[in-house]
T-cell receptor
Framework: GEDVEQSLFLSVREGDSSVINCTYT??????LYWYKQEPGAGLQLLTY?????DMKQDQRLTVLLNKKDKHLSLRIADTQTGDSAIYFC?????????FGTGTRLQVFP | ETGVTQSPTHLIKTRGQQVTLRCSSQ?????VSWYQQALGQGPQFIFQ???????GRGNFPPRFSGLQFPNYSSELNVNALELDDSALYLC??????????????FGPGTRLLVL
């Protein structure tokens, strides 16, 4: 069956790097995604990685994919207070996205 | 801005009532998906429509139904509302092209409260 797991909470100091981790179960997923959700808002697509890639960098964001361990991570460099939000990883599975429960990132000064 | 809009933004209903939620996809996006996000949870897939036909369904009862129209708009209908239907309902559209066809762009959601 499909299942995506994330740690629930992460707290970092402004200017430090944040690393949010995710594990997934379906090795046939084509794409893996990171979405950001701010309070009371919908989901904002941050980045995605194709399943045959190991790493993708996009400005302050770095995605690492370890297919053997089915582990996905999102690194945010120079974390800012505006990065405070809930971050969801998601895997594509046939016609749908399977989401984790989300990691709440809190950035303090 | 994803170009995906939803209405209304908030809604309060009572148990047993029916509700219709609306979504307007990005122009050119042939696929629309609906998700339910309960408080403190990740979104759960309800169903997907492609070119006005249902293209997949999650573990939701038949009282959840949908429609997709040629003008890139769609509806989610829920009959016989239950308290557990209280959630944020998200629609997402995707291009339906060969490349990145699975990438879904979400609207801001409709928050439904069932009393």
């Amino acid at each position: 069956g499909e299942d995506v797991e994330q740690s629930l909470f992460l707290s970092v100091r402004e200017g430090d790097s944040s690393v949010i981790n995710c594990t997934y179960t379906d090795s046939s997923s084509t794409y893996l995604y990171w979405y950001k959700q701010e309070p009371g808002a919908g989901l904002q697509l941050l980045t995605y990685i194709f399943s045959n890639m190991d790493m993708k960098q996009d400005q302050r964001l770095t995605v690492l994919l370890n297919k053997k361990d089915k582990h996905l991570s999102l690194r945010i460099a120079d974390t800012q207070t505006g990065d405070s939000a809930i971050y969801f990883c998601a895997e594509s599975w046939t016609d749908k996205l399977i989401f984790g429960t989300g990691t709440r990132l809190q950035v303090f000064p | 801005e994803t170009g995906v809009t939803q209405s209304p933004t908030h809604l309060i209903k009572t148990r047993g009532q029916q509700v219709t939620l609306r979504c307007s996809s990005q122009s050119g996006h042939n696929t629309v998906s609906w998700y339910q996000q309960a408080l403190g949870q990740g979104p759960q897939f309800i169903f997907q429509y492609y070119r006005e036909e249902e293209n997949g369904r999650g573990n939701f009862p038949p009282r959840f139904s949908g429609l997709q129209f040629p003008n890139y708009s769609s509806e989610l209908n829920v009959n016989a509302l239950e308290l557990d239907d209280s959630a944020l309902y998200l629609c997402a559209s995707s291009p339906g092209l060969a490349e990145h066809q699975e990438t879904q762009y979400f609207g801001p959601g409709t928050r439904l409260l069932v009393l």
